[in-house]
């Protein structure tokens, strides 16, 4: 039986909705995950939920450890993720508010630990990531999102940034150029560590506020947040969704 882990991102450090059968403290080859892991029951499929910033929020995107929050899930049987995430908007049709499936991302991050063989390293260890997003995961988003209406738009570019400070304007309109879509601080490392592990991943992505420069106006922290909590029952309801569908069974 399938066993799904959520990872939980910005507006989504806990998970109301969840029966919590277990809450378990695990330690990883790579150190501790993010939080201990919330063993339980969604809808009555079981699932596994991790906050991948920790319970309250408090752990910086550069500084996560996504290895052991990627390793701590593969010990625990996980056999697909479904990974959300807060985002920012640069292409024309991933405006605030919208959700969206990318299938493809571009790395700007660095000094991050990217792989789980950096110190046991050999030539069979070139992982192809030439499609980082799993396609059967991506579909089945995309499936829940339809059959409630809230139509998650199929496809885009994620860049992802080091954090934790916003991005300029500038870097936005390279980021355009460079043909991204949606911009966020979390997607890298998580993916190819996924894939590295053979789990099955995809991103959910939440358009919290077009990023910087596109509307002219400087960020507000309090109008993100403002955006995401209007959101978050839709992000619960499509995993929801996702949880139920005979495909990930």
Known sequence: MSLIGIIGGSGLSQYPGLQIDESRDMETAFGMPSAPLRIGRLNQHQVVFLPRHGDNHHIAPHRIN?????????QLGVSHILAVAAVGGI???YGPGTLAVPDQLIDYTHSREVSFFSD???ADKHIDFTYPYHPAVREAILEAGRKLTLNPVDGGTYGAVQGPRLETAAEIRRMAKDGCDLVGMTGMPEAYL???AGI????LAVVANWAAGVTGSEL???EIEQT???GIDNVRALIAGVIGLPSLR
């Open 66 to 74: 996504y290895r052991a929050n990627i390793d701590a899930l593969r």
């Open 91 to 93: 292409s024309e049709e």
């Open 120 to 122: 046991a390293f050999s």
């Open 194 to 196: 996924a894939k590295e």
């Open 200 to 203: 099955p991943y995809a991103t």
């Open 220 to 222: 507000s922290m309090a």
């Open 228 to 230: 995401l909590a209007g």
